[in-house]
């Protein structure tokens, strides 16, 4: 949880610092979100499963392995939806300081 927290003050400071607009503020803050309910939930998960199934079952991997999916579906919109506001701003920052 602290490095997810740190990734987003990151993204945070760098679209403060890029400027970016408002519509790739609502997808920055809801990819961090999105990334935040899914680790929250998968870990609720983990939690309650290790508390009622200690022991191996077939549905307890499949509600760990399920929550971990989600958690992975989260992180991939993340990373796309990051891909997709930062590249062209981050570009021409680089070109106006290349020169
Ligand atoms: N009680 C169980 N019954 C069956 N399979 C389990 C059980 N507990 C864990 N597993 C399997 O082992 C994998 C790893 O479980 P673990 O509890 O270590 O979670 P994790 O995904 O490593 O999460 P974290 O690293 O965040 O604690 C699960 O994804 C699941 O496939």
């Not at 987003?8 to 400027?19: G, W």
């Not at 609720?44 to 508390?51: F, S």
Request: aromatic share 8%.
């Amino acid at each position: 949880m602290k490095i997810h927290i740190a990734a987003a003050v990151s993204c945070f400071i760098a679209a403060a610092l890029l400027q970016l607009d408002k519509i790739s503020w609502l997808f920055l803050i809801s990819a961090v979100a999105a990334v935040f309910i899914a680790e929250l939930v998968n870990t609720a998960v983990e939690a309650v499963i290790d508390l009622v199934s200690p022991a191996e079952h077939p549905l307890a991997r499949v509600a760990k392995d399920t929550a971990a999916g989600a958690s992975l579906v989260a992180a991939i919109y993340a990373a796309a939806v990051g891909i997709l506001i930062f590249w062209e701003p981050l570009m021409q920052w680089v070109r106006s300081i290349t020169g």
